[in-house]
């Protein structure tokens, strides 16, 4: 046991802290694909220790020992993260949360749960179903991240339509920052007391601090659900039918389009219409509400050139959604895949949708570029891009990799987009997010310096 373990374990008690190889190598990285790639080539370094903390005193003990000792502190979810935020530069305490998952308190007058950070996403999803609530919070990796991962990377879930993106859910949260100290943001419907504090660390990804503490809005379970399905004969229909949606203030839970590649993909078992483009609708909330919603959906995809294609592709997504193939899958054919989410405003994102895809084509050893959108707002939405590319030589995986991201990145850039919609920056976007905040981007380096002059708070995450 290294120095800074010992003085961890002198501190917190043995039973808190681990350094044995399984240990290790289960945070040693996150499901970034070209973490899973080297740590299959062997190059992946691992942290000194683990620590596992009960309460958020211990985990600003941890973080003023490893202050002291100036080794690296990397926050560890459930470790879904696919950009690298929390796979941990060599030597590092990984600080593990995942023992601090109860629910401290339900208001449901006021309608917020007071949780801690570590509570696994579907855990807490169970827990208020069973009092008749839901956050509407639904990422893909409900099963595999905590709420306070949600936080530290400024997630969506796939109603965010309806509900919000994690940011419209957080009302407070705790935090424990560089310096070993406790900061908590006061829990009120709204303030106008200054700057919110709370943004500072939303989408901070563990580099200013450790979110300890959480409070989420909740909604009352919805009376009715009613699911439809559209077919366009181009992406530019479907985007112009969400537009049409979003703009005059109807808000699905779920308007999700897919590219004709992907619809033909995902849904042609159940009976998708060929060589279209399909638009998955959820409308839910009180009975009243949806059936007019409903309806205002079906005519704005109508009048965009949308023919009904039944029930049967929502429902199939519904059953379905949250299953990925392994990157191991991949990996034993010699393939690299991944997926990017970025953003633009309405009269872009058609554009950007036919330039990504064409950059991703233009990749040597690319097999197949696709996009859906899957989060929408009254001034734009969001492309969910996903690539697979099998390059001559797999042991030059790494660059068409590479390649790919920097062909997405800088497309996205030259229009207009946002680099990053809801996965956040770790480390693979670091490098591109300078060009993405542009004279706001010192901003960000000031807070840097002034809560963490060491720079010891993960490391190579955010700031490239």
Not at 183 to 189: I, M
Request: charged letters at 20%; aromatic letters at 6%; proline letters at 6%.
């Amino acid at each position: 046991m290294i120095d800074v373990a010992r003085a961890l374990a002198r501190e917190l008690g043995a039973d808190r802290v681990s350094d044995d190889a399984a240990a290790l190598d289960a945070h040693r990285k996150d499901y970034w694909v070209l973490a899973h790639l080297r740590a299959r080539q062997g190059k992946l370094p691992g942290p000194a220790c683990v620590v596992t903390p009960h309460s958020t005193e211990e985990v600003a003990l941890a973080v003023r020992v490893a202050q002291r000792h100036g080794v690296p502190i990397v926050p560890f979810g459930a470790g879904s993260g696919v950009v690298g935020g929390a796979t941990p530069p060599a030597n590092a305490v990984v600080i593990d949360t995942r023992a601090m998952r109860r629910v401290l308190e339900l208001n449901e007058t006021a309608l917020w749960a007071r949780v801690q950070a570590g509570m696994m996403g579907h855990t807490y999803d169970e827990a208020m179903r069973a009092r008749g609530y839901t956050s509407g919070h639904y990422p893909q990796s409900i099963a595999l991240s905590t709420v306070g991962g949600w936080v530290a990377t400024r997630a969506a879930g796939q109603f965010s339509t309806k509900y919000g993106n994690i940011e419209d859910l957080l009302l407070a949260l705790e935090v424990v920052l560089p310096s070993g100290r406790v900061a908590r943001t006061k829990n009120v419907p709204r303030a106008a007391a200054g700057p919110s504090l709370r943004e500072v660390f939303l989408g901070s990804e563990g580099t200013l601090g450790i979110v300890t503490e959480v409070t989420l809005r909740l909604h009352p379970l919805p009376e009715r659900r009613a699911l439809s399905t559209w077919a366009f004969a181009t992406v530019q229909e479907g985007l112009e039918a969400i537009r049409r949606v979003t703009r005059v203030g109807w808000r699905p839970a779920v308007v999700r389009l897919y590219d004709a590649l992907e619809s033909a993909r995902h849904f042609a078992s159940v009976g998708a219409p060929a060589d279209r483009c399909l638009l998955l609708v959820v409308n839910e909330g009180p009975a009243s509400l949806v059936e007019v919603e409903r309806q205002a959906c079906a005519e704005a995809a109508a009048s965009a050139g949308g023919t009904p294609a039944g029930p049967a592709p929502v429902e199939h997504w519904l059953a379905h959604r949250n299953e990925v193939p392994s990157w191991d899958f991949f990996f034993e054919r010699q393939i690299v895949a991944d997926t990017i989410e970025v953003a633009a405003d309405w009269d872009r994102v058609g554009a950007l949708y036919d330039a990504v895809v064409g950059a991703l084509n233009a990749v040597p050893g690319m097999l197949v570029a696709s996009a859906h959108s899957s989060h929408s707002y009254p001034s734009g939405t969001n492309l969910y891009v996903s690539f697979a590319v099998k390059p001559a030589d797999f042991a030059e995986a790494e660059r068409s990799y590479v390649d790919a991201w920097g062909a997405v990145m800088r497309t996205t850039l030259a229009h207009g987009g946002t680099i990053a919609h809801h996965h956040g920056v770790g480390r693979l976007r670091a490098p591109w997010l300078a060009d993405e905040l542009g004279t706001a981007y010192p901003i960000l380096q000031d807070l840097k310096r002034a809560l963490d002059p060491k720079g010891l708070m993960n490391p190579g995450t955010l700031f490239a």
